[in-house]
């Protein structure tokens, strides 16, 4: 996301959260946000997905991934992002014991695997492949304003 739709969605300014990065540089690693170049700035511009390079605002914004969305909220000092970050926190929690299951899972499939006969194995091996190859549902990231 870029700096500028993050600014929106955390109810700060732009150059607040840019100066925030800045301040905590040490936070945001390259997997976690980035600059764009300028050629990519006019990328942008030429794809309309940003009308013009004056709606950047006269610099290069910052892009930032899942994770950098989740430390900005969480050096950024708006009311609104004490209380996406808490969200963050929350819904890892959600996550966390969601996919404990799935653990739990393959040990009572990994004793019961053990306790039949050879004769089961293509069945088990069968229930393995379904099981890794199923999707699992991706996380969203983001909040959706509330309208106001």
Not at 20 to 33: A, L, S, T, Y
Not at 38 to 43: C, G, H, S, T
Not at 78 to 87: D, F, H, K, L, T
């Amino acid at each position: 996301m870029l700096d500028r739709d993050l600014a929106a969605l955390y109810q700060v300014r732009a150059i607040a959260l840019r100066q925030q990065v800045k301040r905590n540089r040490e936070r945001f690693p390259v997997d976690f946000m980035f600059q764009i170049t300028e050629k990519e700035a006019d990328i942008l511009v030429s794809q309309s997905v940003i009308p013009s390079l004056k709606h950047l605002g006269g610099w290069l914004p910052y892009v930032f991934t899942q994770e950098g969305v989740a430390m900005l909220s969480s050096v950024l000092q708006s009311p609104r992002a004490v209380a996406v970050n808490i969200e963050i926190m929350r819904t890892f929690v959600r996550i966390r014991e969601k996919t404990a299951g799935y653990h739990e899972l393959a040990g009572r499939l990994d004793r019961l695997e053990s306790r039949c006969e050879v004769r089961f194995g293509i069945v088990f091996q069968t229930i393995r492949r379904l099981i890794d190859s199923s999707p699992r549902p991706s996380p969203r990231v983001g909040f959706k304003p509330e309208p106001g």
